[in-house]
């Protein structure tokens, strides 16, 4: 499965994004989509997830309350809408899919190129 996140862009603080993760190829409605993010000398870290067939959620405790998954099956499209945002959200943003309903890195297989989210204060 190949897939692009876009949405990205420069908001202040408190403000709110929706980014967006459009999948293609050999898509399934049964992947976990996940979005992760990585900041400027830092490790990527896990954001929040979407599993499949039954569309449950799961967020870091960085950002639960904040931020929301979504999903279109249609549209084979996945969403994170942001709101009060804060400078540390700032960084680079990544959808991944998965068949195993993780938060690691190492079970995702097919990730998008990322898209950049700058928080200014």
């Known amino acids: 499965v190949q897939l692009q996140a876009s949405g990205g862009g420069l908001v202040q603080a408190g403000g709110s994004l929706r980014i967006s993760c459009a999948a293609s190829?050999?898509?399934?409605?049964?992947?976990?989509m996940s979005w992760f993010r990585q900041a400027p000398g830092k490790e990527r870290e896990f954001v929040g997830r979407?599993?499949?067939?039954?569309?449950?959620?799961y967020y870091a405790d960085s950002v639960k309350g904040r931020f929301t998954i979504s999903r279109d099956y249609a549209k084979n499209t996945v969403y994170l809408q942001m709101n009060s945002l804060k400078p540390e959200d700032t960084a680079v943003y990544y959808c991944?899919?998965?068949?195993?309903?993780?938060?690691?890195?190492?079970?995702?297989?097919?990730w998008g190129q990322g898209t950049l989210v700058t928080v200014s204060s």
């Open positions: 190829g050999r898509t399934s409605s049964a992947y976990t």
């Open positions: 979407i599993a499949g067939s039954a569309g449950s959620t």
């Open positions: 991944a899919a998965s068949i195993y309903d993780s938060s690691r890195a190492p079970d995702f297989g097919s």
